[in-house]
């Protein structure tokens, strides 16, 4: 379903069903129609799954796909050639820049802003043993929160309100509200100034 002045431009699709491998962890029950909220573009040769929702005034750029059972808020930006993979929450407003891949059962929420070229994960044990399906979950990205460029956060780790993750960062715990972290093995440096913060 089409909102009011929803542009789809050269080869993009909307409504795909997906194909599963027989080993998938993702859902099979039947998808319905994915909706397109009123504003939106979904750009060149972006693709959109059955199932999903996406808000207004939204921008799928171009070579983008969002998978199915997605919710995403109004006034998003899915960066150029971006993954957005199924059963993930993406609130109004963040931006995701060009080439991230956000996985499976991730929660971004309102005025998250992600770098190029981010990798979020869901599985501790890469495809092995049956364990991992009852553990698989991508990350949680609270509120205000900025992953910086070529990041790789860990499965089930929360990156608190306001936090701020450096460029390169490997995030394989929690990281505090309004916290600032860098490296690998992602540590604290220091607090978010004041001025930076969504209500200052």
Known sequence: MLGEGVKVLEHAVVGKQPTLSPRSTAKREPLVPAVIGAGTVVSTGAIVFAGTTVGERVILGDQSCVRERVTIGDDVVVGRGSLVENDTTIGALTRIQAGAYITAYSTLEEQVFVAPCVVT???????????????????????????????????????????????????????PPRAVV????????????ADELLDA
């Not at 869901?122 to 990041?151: Q, S, V």
């Not at 450096?166 to 394989?172: E, I, K």
């Not at 860098?182 to 100034?193: D, K």
Request: hydrophobic share 35%; proline share 6%; glycine share 16%.
């Open 121 to 175: 994960t869901n599985d501790n044990f890469m495809g092995r043993t049956e364990r991992r399906h009852e553990l698989m979950k991508g990350p949680t990205i609270r509120r205000g929160a900025r992953i910086g460029g070529g990041a790789i956060l860990c499965p089930g780790i929360e990156v608190g309100e306001e936090a701020f993750v450096g460029a390169g960062a490997v995030v394989t715990k929690n990281v």
């Open 182 to 193: 860098v490296g690998s093995p992602a540590r604290v440096l220091r607090e978010v100034p």
